[in-house]
């Protein structure tokens, strides 16, 4: 199994070049930011936003330095308010499974909201391990498969 991802990332590498995970962060960032401008080659909805935003948090956490800084930063905030509301100790998974609820499952006016929230969730996936960290380590082999790690 090992030679067979091994075969794929080889031939899958060329394809793009080099594009590095700082490449790949900036590439989904303007996807993200063109479906929330209303392009017309990205329909955008809310779960679109927040599929993309987690994308773009996990990538960024991958590429470091600014990029890391950025997404870190936004998580920050709804990461403070999940923990800080008084409702006991909920740990880095509470808070994640808090940032999914609220991304996928409210019903919101702006896209931006989901897609910021998303962005959060990509980081806190991360942090949070277990069945989180899951879909973190599938995008991180799929940006390996592209060749971008």
């Known amino acids: 199994m090992t030679t067979t991802l091994h075969t794929v990332t080889l031939a899958a590498g060329p394809v793009l070049g080099t594009v590095g995970t700082s490449g790949l962060t900036f590439t989904t960032g303007m996807v993200l930011l063109a479906g929330l401008r209303s392009s017309d080659r990205v329909k955008m909805n809310r779960d679109k936003a927040g599929g993309l935003g987690i994308a773009l948090g996990t990538f960024a956490g991958a590429a470091g330095s600014l990029w890391s800084s950025l997404t870190t930063g936004v998580a920050q905030v709804p990461t403070q308010l999940i923990q800080g509301a008084g409702a006991g100790d909920m ?47 599938l995008v991180f082999k799929l940006a390996a498969a592209l060749g971008a790690m």
């Open 91 to 137: 740990g880095l998974g509470g808070v994640a499974l808090g940032l999914t609820v609220m991304t996928f499952f409210f019903r919101w006016k702006r896209d931006i909201w989901p897609a910021l929230l998303g962005i959060s969730a990509g980081v806190i996936y991360g942090q949070a391990g277990g069945v989180w960290a899951l879909g973190h380590n």
